[in-house]
């Protein structure tokens, strides 16, 4: 009976260090490299946003796919047809609701640059990208990890407040951008590898 409660108990703290241990391996280069280990990735997404000019929340509803090493293609299927997508350098909105196609040069838009990057670099595990922009913090275990990027970038900085990225192994499971104004988008994703 001893021995049962020595072994019960040598089960039991190896346990807590062995979830010691996997979160505190866990810093900003372990989970790039966990992240870049990603060739391929699609999602399906429900992306809500929280708006003061807004009576309620609006709802869009799509899928996602990237392409290493830095195709991102956001397509909205509800409640509009509208299709975005970022390679090389570029980004493409195509809205077929109404019928309008525009391509930006990202560069050209640096605010715009650094939204992009969140989320494009933080799927590309690319940390150089993100330290361009935003102040990096990262917490959890490799198990359920929190990344949240404060923008140092003074023209980001007026709009957004901080872009907080939570998910697990190499999978991103949520993303939620808090504005400046107070308005606040979060993007629930489903992903899947190929």
């Not at 190896?14 to 280990?37: F, K, P, T, Y």
């Not at 595990?125 to 990096?136: H, I, P, Q, S």
């Amino acid at each position: 009976m001893k021995a049962r409660a020595e072994l019960a108990l040598v089960a039991c703290v190896s346990g807590l260090l062995g979830s010691a241990a996997a979160a505190a391996d866990l810093d900003e280069q372990v989970l790039m490299r966990l992240l870049a280990s990603v060739e391929r990735a699609s999602a399906r997404f429900v992306e809500t946003r929280h708006s003061a000019l807004l009576t309620a929340p609006l709802v869009s509803r799509g899928t996602l796919l990237y392409e290493r090493p830095d195709r991102l293609e956001k397509h909205v299927s509800f409640p509009y047809d509208e299709r975005i997508v970022l390679e090389r350098g570029q980004m493409t909105i195509d809205n077929r609701t109404r019928g309008r196609k525009t391509t930006i040069t990202i560069t050209r838009a640096p605010g715009i640059a650094g939204l992009v990057e969140s989320i494009r670099a933080t799927r590309a595990g690319d940390l150089g990208a993100l330290e361009r922009f935003y102040k990096v913090e990262v917490g959890g275990n490799r198990g359920e990890w929190w990344l949240r990027l404060r923008p140092h970038d003074q023209e980001l900085a007026e709009y957004v407040n901080a872009v907080t990225v939570k998910g697990a192994g190499p999978r991103i499971e949520r993303i939620e951008v808090d504005e400046r104004s107070g308005d606040r988008t979060v993007m629930e994703i489903n992903e899947e590898f190929r």
